[in-house]
């Protein structure tokens, strides 16, 4: 592939050796010319060192370790990318491993259409933890509403996610007062479009999430994902957009039909119930967030 695209893989991390290892031998196994792609791990202040595991993927990948104080995985994709040296920037998580054909794919789609941002399909690798399944069968129901027209998607999440490095650094990459991973890449798709730029989806371009979850850490990531919403619309609110309407009825009546319909047999009733769940711990987390807002204003 002598023409093929130069990318910079950007890879936030924090606490997550183990997974940050298995992440990065997906990288090492990449059908891609490896003189086409770096890879550039951002270490968000974490506790454990990662030099040793950097070392040992020297001779296998182009690989570069950045430090920063824990101030959130947005400001860490954007340290990435202020470092990076390829035309175009992948970004995925420490707890994902791309598909060995990810980047050839991922490829396709941007010589086709370099100004546009890149989407590709993320795919639950823990099948037996209910509910991870649960947490990504909903991304994926999100995936079919809002991108199904793949030349006109809508919403990606920063798990498997390509942006040209040029546009990318004219919109400002992502928003840093996103704390958490919780809506940093939901607002920064809606700026992007809101920018004039187009997004494709690639179902081509896969990746692994192994993002293990419990009961309580289920919970409390969706009540992070209403609090991350909040903000979301007021972000929206201060650029002049419309706040976000509520979806119609169809979309909440599909969504709970979805597990049926996408072959999960006997899990099915069991994940639309934690779906119910989501939906109201997401509006909880919501609810708390403008209520901390409402404090601050009045104090």
Request: hydrophobic share 40%.
């Amino acid at each position: 592939m002598p023409d093929a695209p130069n990318f910079s893989i950007v890879i936030p991390t924090y606490n997550r050796p183990e997974q940050l290892v298995s992440c990065l031998q997906a990288c090492a196994r990449l059908d891609y010319p490896c003189d086409r792609f770096e890879v550039i791990v951002v270490d968000d202040g974490g506790g454990t060192p990662l030099d040793e595991i950097v070392t040992r993927f020297h001779g296998m990948l182009t690989l570069k370790l950045l430090r920063q104080e824990n101030t959130g995985p947005a400001a860490a994709r954007n340290r990435g990318a202020s470092e990076a040296r390829g035309e175009f920037l992948a970004f995925t998580d420490d707890d994902c491993a791309p598909a060995p054909n990810w980047l050839r794919a991922l490829s396709t789609q941007v010589v086709a259409s370099p100004d546009c941002a890149v989407g590709g399909q993320t795919c639950n690798a823990l099948t037996h933890n209910l509910y991870s399944t649960a947490s990504q069968l909903l991304i994926s129901y999100l995936f079919s509403y809002y991108n199904a027209v793949p030349h006109a998607a809508r919403f990606f999440p920063s798990s498997n996610l390509v942006f040209p490095i040029k546009q990318f650094r004219a919109v400002k990459g992502f928003d840093v007062t996103y704390l958490r991973a919780a809506a940093e890449d939901r607002e920064l798709c809606d700026r992007w479009l809101n920018h004039g730029y187009q997004m494709i989806y690639a179902a081509e371009a896969v990746v692994y999430h192994a993002h293990s979850l419990t009961f309580w850490t289920f919970l409390r990531q969706h009540f992070h994902y209403g609090r991350g919403a909040f903000c979301f619309n007021q972000v929206r609110a201060r650029r002049g957009q419309r706040r976000l309407k509520v979806e119609p009825p169809a979309f909440y009546f599909n969504m709970l039909r979805y597990p049926f319909v996408s072959g999960h047999g006997m899990k099915a009733p069991l994940l639309t119930l934690l779906f119910v769940v989501t939906q109201v711990v997401t509006a909880v987390g919501f609810l708390w967030q403008k209520t901390i807002n409402v404090k601050v204003v009045v104090s």
